[in-house]
């Protein structure tokens, strides 16, 4: 057990034996005053296996009547009703996260950052199910497999980590109980500090309006140079929200920032027009 000024840190490892040949750590964390805790799992030196193989984290709940609902790509889906019959019911890819509720909307939810794959009720690989429905609360973390051998690994070794956020909820919105916490787990809030002179520019922009509701922003990007700022908002299309930095350099700020970009645009490019670029709610 650790303890910081910001958070609680239980550390559980178990070492190898005859059934399980690599290490394995896991880690629950509880911050001070965050409604959610963080399960860390690590796998250590795990050694290159080519027979058919898979690994999960199992997260049995304890709701009666559960309902799923996962965050994937493009939308909310119900795995009960949303997917078409033939298709994969097995095994699902995340955009954000998934969320377990009973039938008055109490449960959890979950945001795997480092493993999108998960299955409901039961492992989903090596297995095809045209019609399966999920009525058992589990949730099961895909960490590694070997299933597919095009295109991918044949076999998996090393050391590595996975990261589940979860959280609770009273009654299940799609906005608070599963698209917020993941994009938030997904996105931290990052902050820096900088010594030298202070820029001259006055600190007189507003900032983001809690009112507007939801919202997605991205920060200046790194991953080539000249990137600025992105947004994405959660807002309908006719909104002509823009971006807006608070404080910081004029060009910044809007409702004209030259040197913001959105959905992966260029930097410098105008954002007059931001309702082009918001997409539905």
Known sequence: MA???????????????????HGVTTKVILYAGAPYLDLEVTLHDKPADDWPEAGWICLPLKVEK??????????????????????????????????????????????????????????????????????????????????????????NEGTWTTRVRLWTFDRFDAQASLITPSLEARYPLLAGAAEGKVWPSAIDGKGRDPARGAERRGAFGTRRPGDGVRRTPGRPRHDPAAVGVRGGPRSLRG?????????????????????????PS
């Not at 910081?4 to 040949?21: C, E, K, N, R």
Request: a positive charge; aromatic letters at 8%; one cysteine or more.
């Open 255 to 279: 409702p004209s920032a030259g040197g913001a970009r959105h959905e992966g645009g260029p930097a410098g490019e105008s954002s007059r027009r931001a309702d082009r670029c918001a997409a």
């Open 66 to 155: 559960p309902q799923f609902r996962l965050g994937r790509l493009g939308g909310i889906a119900d795995p009960t009703r949303d997917f078409v019959r033939g298709s994969n019911h097995d095994l699902q890819a995340v955009h954000t996260g998934l969320t377990i509720a009973d039938a008055q909307g109490r449960g959890v939810g979950l945001c795997p950052l480092d493993s999108p794959l998960v299955s409901l009720d039961r492992p989903g690989l090596f297995k095809y199910s045209p019609d399966f429905v999920p009525s058992k609360p589990i949730a099961f973390i895909n960490l590694f497999n070997n299933q597919w051998t095009t295109n991918f690994r044949l076999w």
């Open 3 to 21: 303890q910081s000024p910001v958070s609680v840190t239980a550390t559980m490892h178990s070492a190898p034996t005859a059934g399980l040949s």
